[in-house]
C-alpha cells in the first residue's frame, strides 16, 4: 500500500445500498413509515427486495458516501468499515474502489452478512429506508489501521456506527491515533434518533476528541434539547472548533475560531431523491477543510455537492463534482 498522504479517512457502516422507485400505496401495503429509517432483519429486507420494481447496487453508509465524495472532487480519501466475505462485499469492495478510495478492511468469513439498506425512493423524492446493519457494527479496534489514519489530515467518524460499545471503543482508539500526529477529528451525529439513543456519550466524545462536528437541525436540537436552533448552534460552537450545520433548504451555518458563515443551499427543481444529501453536504466541507480553504468556500462545496445528489436518484453524484465546483468559480486549493 502506498505511503501517501490522504486528504480524508472515514470510519462508519459499510453498507450496500439498493435503490428502487415506488409509490405511496406500495410503502402503505408493506407498512412502510414514510421517510423514515426502520432497522430490520435480512428477511425484511429480501421480502421487500423481491417486491420492488427495478433497482441498482452500490456500496453506501454515510461515511462512505461522504469519503466518495471528497475523492469525487479531486481529494485523497480512504474508509474503513465492515463487510463480510460474500456477494454484497465483493460489490461494496469493487464498487469503492472503483470511486478511487483507498480501501483494505479485511472481510470477515462466518457469521453475520453484509450489511444492506433497500432505500425505496417515492415520486416527491422522499426516501424510506429499510436497513439490515449485518456484520458493520461489528468493527472493532482489530479493523484500525494506524497507519491510514496516521497518513489523513483528517479522520472521520459515522455517528450511526455508535451503537455498539466496541465500536465507540474503535472511535476513541482512531481518534487518540490521529491526535497524537496532530491531525483533526470530525464527527458527525447522523441521526437524531441516533442522538436520542446516544446523548451523552456524544457530548463525552465531542468534548474530548471533536475538531470538527457535523449535523442538522434536527440533530443538533436534540443534542443539546432544545428549541432554539440558535441557542444548539451556539452551544455546539462552545464544544468544537469547528462546527457545520445544516437546514435543508435554508442551508447551513458554519463556524470556525470565531468566524460564522451563512451558506445558502442551491436551488434544486424538481427534487428527486434526498438520499445523501448530508453525506455529500460534508464531502464538501472536509474537502474545503483539508486543503485549507476559506470557511466559506468549503460550505459553498457543500452545497454544491448536496444538490448534486438530490437532483437524480442514489447518494452518488452522476456529475463530476470537481468540474461542477470549478465551472461555479469555486476554489479547489
Same mark, same amino acid.
Given at each position: 500500500?502506498?505511503?501517501?498522504?490522504?486528504?480524508?479517512?472515514?470510519?462508519?457502516?459499510?453498507?450496500?445500498?439498493?435503490?428502487?422507485?415506488?409509490?405511496?400505496?406500495?410503502?402503505?401495503?408493506?407498512?412502510?413509515?414514510?421517510?423514515?429509517?426502520?432497522?430490520?432483519?435480512?428477511?425484511?429486507?429480501?421480502?421487500?427486495?423481491?417486491?420492488?420494481?427495478?433497482?441498482?447496487?452500490?456500496?453506501?453508509?454515510?461515511?462512505?458516501?461522504?469519503?466518495?465524495?471528497?475523492?469525487?472532487?479531486?481529494?485523497?480519501?480512504?474508509?474503513?468499515?465492515?463487510?463480510?466475505?460474500?456477494?454484497?462485499?465483493?460489490?461494496?469492495?469493487?464498487?469503492?474502489?472503483?470511486?478511487?478510495?483507498?480501501?483494505?478492511?479485511?472481510?470477515?468469513?462466518?457469521?453475520?452478512?453484509?450489511?444492506?439498506?433497500?432505500?425505496?425512493?417515492?415520486?416527491?423524492?422522499?426516501?424510506?429506508?429499510?436497513?439490515?446493519?449485518?456484520?458493520?457494527?461489528?468493527?472493532?479496534?482489530?479493523?484500525?489501521?494506524?497507519?491510514?489514519?496516521?497518513?489523513?489530515?483528517?479522520?472521520?467518524?459515522?455517528?450511526?456506527?455508535?451503537?455498539?460499545?466496541?465500536?465507540?471503543?474503535? #472511535?476513541?482508539? =482512531?481518534? *487518540?491515533? +490521529? !491526535? $497524537?500526529?496532530?491531525?483533526?477529528? &470530525?464527527? %458527525?451525529? /447522523?441521526?437524531?434518533?441516533?442522538?436520542?439513543?446516544?446523548?451523552?456519550?456524544?457530548?463525552?466524545?465531542?468534548?474530548?476528541?471533536?475538531?470538527?462536528?457535523?449535523?442538522?437541525?434536527?440533530?443538533?436540537?436534540?443534542?443539546?434539547?432544545?428549541?432554539? #436552533?440558535?441557542? =444548539?448552534? *451556539?452551544? +455546539? !460552537? $462552545?464544544?468544537?472548533?469547528?462546527? &457545520?450545520? %445544516?437546514? /435543508?433548504?435554508?442551508?447551513?451555518?458554519?463556524?470556525?475560531?470565531?468566524?460564522?458563515?451563512?451558506?445558502?443551499?442551491?436551488?434544486?427543481?424538481?427534487?428527486?431523491?434526498?438520499?445523501?444529501?448530508?453525506?455529500?453536504?460534508?464531502?464538501?466541507?472536509?474537502?474545503?477543510?483539508?486543503?485549507?480553504?476559506?470557511?466559506?468556500?468549503?460550505?459553498?462545496?457543500?452545497?454544491?455537492?448536496?444538490?448534486?445528489?438530490?437532483?437524480?436518484?442514489?447518494?452518488?453524484?452522476?456529475?463530476?463534482?470537481?468540474?461542477?465546483?470549478?465551472?461555479?468559480?469555486?476554489?479547489?486549493?
Amino acid at each position: 500500500m502506498s505511503a501517501s498522504p490522504l486528504d480524508v479517512v472515514g470510519i462508519g457502516n459499510a453498507i450496500v445500498d439498493i435503490l428502487a422507485q415506488c409509490d405511496d400505496a406500495f410503502l402503505k401495503a408493506h407498512g412502510s413509515e414514510k421517510g423514515f429509517t426502520t432497522l430490520c432483519d435480512a428477511e425484511t429486507v429480501t421480502r421487500l427486495y423481491e417486491a420492488a420494481g427495478p433497482t441498482v447496487e452500490a456500496s453506501g453508509g454515510s461515511a462512505a458516501n461522504t469519503i466518495v465524495g471528497v475523492a469525487g472532487f479531486g481529494g485523497t480519501s480512504a474508509y474503513i468499515g465492515k463487510v463480510a466475505e460474500d456477494e454484497f462485499g465483493r460489490i461494496f469492495q469493487h464498487d469503492i474502489r472503483a470511486a478511487g478510495v483507498t480501501y483494505e478492511t479485511v472481510p470477515k468469513s462466518g457469521g453475520a452478512p453484509t450489511a444492506r439498506s433497500l432505500i425505496l425512493v417515492t415520486p416527491d423524492g422522499e426516501r424510506t429506508m429499510h436497513t439490515f446493519l449485518g456484520v458493520s457494527p461489528e468493527l472493532d479496534g482489530d479493523d484500525i489501521d494506524a497507519d491510514l489514519i496516521a497518513r489523513a489530515k483528517i479522520l472521520y467518524l459515522e455517528g450511526y456506527l455508535f451503537d455498539r460499545p466496541q465500536a465507540q471503543e474503535a #472511535f476513541y482508539r =482512531a481518534a *487518540a491515533i +490521529a !491526535r $497524537d500526529v496532530g491531525r483533526k477529528v &470530525a464527527l %458527525t451525529l /447522523s441521526d437524531g434518533f441516533c442522538v436520542d439513543r446516544h446523548r451523552s456519550a456524544f457530548r463525552d466524545i465531542i468534548k474530548s476528541e471533536v475538531d470538527i462536528l457535523f449535523a442538522n437541525k434536527a440533530e443538533i436540537l436534540s443534542l443539546f434539547e432544545t428549541d432554539s #436552533f440558535e441557542g =444548539a448552534v *451556539a452551544n +455546539a !460552537r $462552545d464544544m468544537a472548533p469547528i462546527t &457545520a450545520i %445544516t437546514q /435543508s433548504e435554508d442551508g447551513s451555518v458554519l463556524s470556525r475560531d470565531g468566524e460564522i458563515v451563512e451558506v445558502p443551499a442551491v436551488p434544486v427543481a424538481p427534487v428527486v431523491d434526498s438520499t445523501g444529501a448530508g453525506d455529500l453536504y460534508a464531502s464538501g466541507v472536509l474537502y474545503g477543510l483539508s486543503r485549507d480553504l476559506p470557511l466559506a468556500t468549503c460550505g459553498q462545496l457543500g452545497s454544491l455537492a448536496a444538490s448534486e445528489t438530490i437532483g437524480q436518484i442514489g447518494a452518488r453524484p452522476r456529475a463530476n463534482l470537481k468540474e461542477r465546483a470549478q465551472d461555479a468559480g469555486l476554489s479547489l486549493g
